[in-house]
């Protein structure tokens, strides 16, 4: 009914006029846009920053686990990078982002260090199929590499509001210890839950505390943190190296386990293809003379061209465009493809052959 009567009003109301009138009144109106202030920020653990967004009317939520593409604009350019919300959807509008700074990261720096409350960034729809499942399993193992503990986090606090239905074990890595997220929230709700246990994992020191280790993520240590591993659903989040390996470690414990994995950097691919091809883009026209081995997405950006893009590793189907011609590698698995198709991923794609894209 809101989008029927959505669809009505346009014939009358410019979105684009409404926006720009609306916020000289408040710069998080938008007629269709998810517009969100910054109404608080924390510093979690050193380098990392939670904002708390108070979101317009015109967001739809998300559930613990996904992504959302967040949008900020930085000396007059966009810039959209994706995040796991951190804190359950209450329906309030209240959205909470955790973001570790990264030394190559443009708009991690921005976000921990610029951003003030006051400010306003825009979000997307949330997406993303790392979720909690309907029924939940019974036994739980969350493994989480660095700021991959976001959307870990999201579920546990989630879990926690619903007392905690499943046994759950959380096994949180970070380098050192002063990296750690949420430390002393997780320590008291494994005081106070039966159904929870946190252990802290650190690949560059030792552990300290009881609920501390060092050690990197292998077959032999999770087998002896964890000897019910293949009674439980596993999830894990972090880089794509460290999510291979629980992979690994996990599948060689127990074949059969229930394993699902996000990463927020692709696994790295090395490839052969060497040269450059001729890229056409359909649209505009123009004929660019593109590398082969490097993603098209960063191929286009560094030629001048910049297609709209969110999480840079083949989630959130942003940067996806058509591919009339020609083939393109995938840089997740090696596989080459040279069947015309609707919705090319850009940031995990790269050219083979001369190519005509949609752009």
């Known amino acids: 009914m809101r989008q029927q009567a959505g669809q009505w009003l346009e014939r009358w109301v410019n979105p684009a006029q409404f926006d720009f009138w609306a916020q000289r009144l408040d710069r998080s109106w938008a007629w269709r846009r998810t517009l969100a202030r910054v109404v608080e920020r924390r510093v979690e653990a050193a380098g990392t920053v939670t904002l708390e967004l108070q979101a317009n009317g015109n967001f739809r939520g998300f559930a613990p686990g996904q992504h959302l593409n ?77 700021s991959g503990i976001t959307p870990l986090i999201c579920m546990v606090r989630a879990l926690a509001a619903q007392g905690m239905p499943a046994d759950v074990t959380l096994l949180a890595w970070a380098r050192r210890r002063e990296a750690l997220c949420f430390t002393e929230e997780l320590r008291e709700l494994a005081r106070v839950s039966a159904n929870f246990r946190v252990v802290f ?21 999770l087998g002896a ?14 880089g794509g190296g460290f999510t291979a390996a629980v992979a690994v470690a996990c599948r060689t414990i127990a074949p059969e386990v229930a394993f699902s994995a996000e990463s927020f950097t692709p696994p790295a691919i090395t490839s052969t293809d060497a040269g ?55 840089l997740n698995d090696g596989s080459i493809d040279a069947e015309a198709d609707e919705h090319l991923r850009l940031c995990v794609s790269s050219a083979v052959s001369d190519l005509t894209l949609d752009i």
């Open 70 to 146: 967040v949008t900020a604009t930085i000396g007059g350019l966009r810039h959209t990078r994706s995040y796991s919300p951190s804190a359950p959807w209450s329906g309030n509008g209240r959205v909470c982002i955790t973001v570790q700074q990264r030394d190559e990261g443009f708009v991690s720096k921005h976000l921990c260090t610029e951003l003030q409350v006051g400010d306003v960034l825009e979000l997307g729809e949330a997406f993303g199929e790392m979720v909690l499942p309907d029924p939940l399993p019974q036994k739980l193992l969350l493994v989480a590499g660095g």
């Open 201 to 221: 994992a650190l690949s560059r020191e030792a552990g300290v505390a009881e609920d501390e280790i060092g050690g990197r993520p292998d077959e032999a240590l």
């Open 225 to 238: 943190l964890v000897p019910d591993l293949g009674e439980r659903a596993v999830y894990a989040c972090g």
């Open 276 to 330: 450059s091809v001729r890229v056409t883009l359909a649209r505009s026209g123009r004929e660019l003379e593109l590398p082969r081995g490097q993603s098209l997405l960063q191929a286009l950006e560094t030629a001048g061209v910049n297609p709209p893009s969110g999480c840079r590793m083949g989630i959130c189907k942003t940067c996806a465009c058509g591919k009339v011609r020609g083939a393109t590698r995938n």
